[in-house]
């Protein structure tokens, strides 16, 4: 069976003093039968380390560099989160790629990084309005899927992530609806099995994101193949994402 996962994706949100307090307040979770995961910027991981080392919380990054050091002004090195404690890296997520152009070939790069430095990649994927429009949901998914993981393997399947986050419903307010998102995380399922075959396609986990609030996640938690969520804006009211935490525990 998989774990239900519950990841905040603090987006560029939560200065060193908003994070603390978040982290505080987050510090306050019960743990239970589900993941929980926050990624706030690169800024607030050492902050991360020291408030949640003795909590149910893990933490991750936002973004990394596929490469071990070097001269790549600004960016930050997988083995440099990993000496933060990080075991969760966020790869691919469409605001990285519309607006700083991040290619399927890069992110493919970045998802072989976070394996190499031992931790779990969450590999965002998901169509366009227009995209769904045009009818090109399935094709583009899949193209984000295979390429994105196309240097992974089978038995690395226990820690692949893959996040189905339509970029219409991201921020939006209005989130894909439950039977909208499982179909698309089912296709997902049968492409890792294409990929990796049934024991990966089974163990690797599928999240929705866009819009998931207290209100909705049970909705998406209840299909067979949406074993959690990718949460942006709930994920800086902490109430409001211990109470999605516990949705997903129950
Ligand atoms: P949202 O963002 O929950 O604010 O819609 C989700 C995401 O971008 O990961």
Known sequence: MRRPLIAGNWKMNGDAAEADALFRALAAVRPG???????????????????????????????????????????????????????????????????????????????????????????CVGETADERRGGRTASVVQREVEEGLRDAAADEAARLVVAYEPVWAIGAGQAATAAEAQEVCGWIRECLF??????????????????????????????????GALIGGASLRADEFISIYDTAKA
Not at 52 to 76: H, M, R
Not at 105 to 120: E, S, T, Y
Request: hydrophobic residues 40%; glycine residues 10%.
């Open 33 to 123: 039968g589900a993941d929980l995961v926050v990624c706030p910027p690169f800024t607030a991981l050492a902050a991360a380390q020291q408030s949640l080392s003795d909590t149910c919380i893990q933490w991750g990054a936002q973004n990394v560099y596929p490469a071990a050091s070097g001269a790549y002004t600004g960016e930050i090195s997988p083995a440099m989160l990993t000496s933060l404690g990080c075991r969760w890296c966020i790869c691919g997520h469409s605001e990285r790629r519309q607006l700083l152009g991040e290619t399927d070939d890069f992110i493919r790069r970045k998802v072989r990084a976070v394996l190499d430095a031992g931790m779990m990649p969450i590999l």
């Open 194 to 227: 294409r990929l990796f075959g049934q024991d990966a396609a089974s163990s690797a986990r599928i999240l929705y994101g866009g819009s998931v609030g207290q209100g909705n996640i049970a909705d998406f938690l209840s299909e067979p193949d949406i074993d």
